[in-house]
């Protein structure tokens, strides 16, 4: 990818489809092609590597996954998750995958809970007390109320 119009061309067309697959291409061009896709399209993006070669598209991914069943050190710091084999990869996604789903919706849910109860209190307090401004929770509460 020595021709930037060309290294253009190809980060469009890479943009466009919903898998890349990068074979006997350079680390270099890999990791080039995933910081383009997750920096300048803002896309999610997934690096497998299996060796040493695969250290600087790990780092520039959304998320990295390792497999080998002799690990390396330096390689599983350049990863997010370290498998001994493809096999497990499956289970990695869909299952893994699915409880990070699960628990973000319960997360979601439980923050727009708590401030519907905030702001519900703090409406029939208001109403109490004529609309007088007074404030019913010290500032020290409001400050930790999304920690």
């Known amino acids: 990818m020595q021709d930037p119009k060309s290294s253009e061309l190809l980060f469009e067309f890479a943009s466009e489809l919903l898998t890349v697959i990068c074979f006997s291409a350079s680390p270099h061009q890999k990791a080039m092609i995933s910081k383009y896709l997750k920096e300048k399209k803002n896309k999610s993006v997934l690096a497998i590597g299996d060796g040493y070669n695969d250290i600087p598209m790990l780092y520039k991914s959304s998320v990295g996954v ?31 995958g699915h409880w990070n789903q699960s628990r973000l919706a319960f997360v979601t849910l439980f923050s727009f809970y708590k401030n519907f109860v905030f702001l519900t209190i703090h409406f029939w307090f208001g109403i109490f007390n004529y609309w007088s401004g007074q404030e019913l929770f010290d500032d020290w509460y409001l400050s930790v109320f999304h920690i």
């Open 66 to 96: 390792y497999i080998n069943q002799n690990p390396k050190i330096e390689v599983i710091r350049a990863s997010d998750y370290c498998i001994p084999q493809f096999k497990h990869l499956k289970q990695l996604l869909f299952v893994h």
